[in-house]
């Protein structure tokens, strides 16, 4: 995968890119990250990326000249024939407007050959950026930042940890929070596996050795090696958990009948 990083701070990304699976996937070739400084396309001494918008208003707002002859010369398909699926490509805009971002846009981004990430600033950008250059705005969070920086880390982080190669033991991608059912690991059985995969909610709480660590002790369901009772348990302690710090996730998630009785236990020992 390529990905191209449009910001007016290139020196931001020298950190955040070079640890962990970011790292990782680059140096084994499975993605190719560039980082563009827009002052680089400016065209006057002061090197001016912003300006104020018409009609007034607060703050200053990012100029399009820049970001549209940043972007001229990456050799990016078409907006119709990205919008279209001709290309796997991708333009994002990232802006507080944007749609969340979520596990399963990330899912849709890791199998495209190429995204390019536009990190706003100030109050905004140019809203002919969002019209004519841009496939998608998206937002990492219901709050405001001061740019797109920290937002294009976080995307880069969540698509690279999914392609292929880039995690060791891939069937853990797909037994996460937020993991969608169709992602969930099967055996060839086609039975869930030991691991109990997410299908949509939080993931199951987590114990290592030592399993008595200061009198605070591991369940010992986990310990007794039957694992059609640690996938009872895990699926439990998943919808409790969910139930408890993101309900509005069970109203998507495939929920058995089973789920439903569980969960209507933890509802009434609630009571």
Avoid at 6 to 11: D, K
Avoid at 42 to 61: A, L
Avoid at 191 to 197: E, F, L, Q, V
Avoid at 215 to 226: A, I, Q
Wanted: hydrophobic share 35%.
């Amino acid at each position: 995968m390529k990905a191209d990083i449009l910001t007016i701070f290139p020196g931001f990304f020298s950190g955040p890119l070079d640890h962990g699976i970011t790292r990782r996937a680059c140096e084994m070739g499975l993605a190719k990250i560039e980082v563009h400084d827009l002052r680089q396309f400016t065209h006057d001494k002061h090197r001016t990326v912003d300006d104020r918008p018409f009609g007034g208003g607060e703050g200053m707002v990012l100029k399009p000249e820049p970001i549209f002859d940043c972007l001229e010369p990456l050799g990016l398909a078409s907006r119709e024939q990205r919008l279209s699926g001709a290309v796997r490509e991708s333009l994002i805009l990232l802006s507080a407007q944007g749609q969340r971002f979520t596990q399963q846009v990330a899912a849709e981004l890791a199998v495209l050959d190429r995204i390019v990430l536009i990190c706003g600033r100030y109050e905004g950008v140019d809203e002919r950026v969002a019209d004519f250059l841009a496939d998608r705005e998206l937002s990492i969070g219901d709050y405001v930042l001061s740019g797109g920086e920290l937002a294009a880390a976080v995307i880069i982080e969540a698509v690279m940890r999914l392609l292929p190669g880039a995690v060791g033991n891939e069937a853990s991608t797909r037994q996460e929070s937020f993991t969608s059912h169709e992602q969930t690991t099967r055996t060839e059985s086609g039975a869930a596996d030991s691991t109990c995969g997410s299908g949509g909610l939080l993931d199951y709480p987590h114990y290592t050795r030592p399993a008595d660590f200061r009198g605070m002790t591991v369940p010992e369901v986990l310990l007794n090696g039957d694992h059609q009772q640690i996938r009872k348990w895990r699926r439990q302690q998943a919808l409790e958990k969910t139930l408890r710090n993101r309900p509005d996730l069970l109203e998507g998630a495939p929920l058995s009948d089973e789920d439903a009785k569980i969960l209507a236990r933890i509802k009434a020992g609630r009571e």
